[in-house]
């Protein structure tokens, strides 16, 4: 049986002016989590998530809800299926074919599976950067985007982020879960168990 990580993470979101709260477990080489962020900025809103993979880190499905004063509740299913076909509320979107992960936005745990799938956060060194096409999801709108993102890892288990004119050296911990994410959020509570 493999071995269950246990983990629990909590953020500041300083881009929503709010948190967010991931409890999730890593099974070999999957991930399930669910979490709960509140935002400030465009709202207030809360946001409710889970998010479940497959082998090798890759998105099986992305379950958003979002709800507050001036925002009607939504609601947003977002899967991948086997064949790499990805579904928004069950309508097909050719647009994502390729992409194996969702990025949730303001939401630091989507940025787990890429770096954890190529072991970005472990390099010792400098390394190539990596390109991936994401299914990105605003919030609160819960649009669903296709993001061209590239991960470059720097060494010390930070790795530098970019996508269009943005970027940001993340500093993940030993499981490749986000500690601080300049320009949008900063862990400050952890736990495993």
Known sequence: MRDVERFTRTWEVSAGRGYDTAWGEFHGDRLRA???AFALEGGPYWVGY???TGPGWV???LRVSVEGPGHSARELDLVRGDDGR?????QVRSEFDGALDCDLGLCPMTNTMPVRRHGLHLR???GAPREFLMAWVSVPELTVLPSTQTYTPLGGRRVRYASGTFRSDIAFDAAGLVRDYPGLATGLSGSDG
């Open 124 to 126: 010792e060194g400098e």
């Open 34 to 36: 669910r979490g709960r």
């Open 50 to 52: 889970t998010l479940d």
């Open 59 to 61: 998105t099986r499905s």
């Open 86 to 90: 990805w579904t928004v509320d069950g």
